[in-house]
């Protein structure tokens, strides 16, 4: 995968966490965590836009159907 460097600004305080998950191992460089993380942004506003379309087209889950699937993963 081809990569460009870029510069980005984010607030101290997360910069610091970020670090302190690369420094912890949980995160193989800062570089990876901010792909990983836009990456996981873009993917998921992705999915509620899907599940928008969905609902306009076959409307909202009513009370029942939403009960009924937290009982499924519950069981997982």
Do not use: Y
């Amino acid at each position: 995968m081809t990569t460009a460097k870029i510069a980005i600004s984010m607030p101290n305080e997360v910069l610091q966490l970020a670090r302190h998950e690369v420094k912890a191992g949980r995160a193989k460089s800062l570089s990876a965590l901010v792909s990983e993380a836009v990456d996981e942004k873009l993917r998921r506003d992705e999915l509620a836009a899907i599940l928008d379309a969905m609902d306009a087209e076959l409307s909202p889950p009513n009370t029942e159907a939403k009960a009924w699937a937290r009982r499924l993963v519950r069981r997982r």
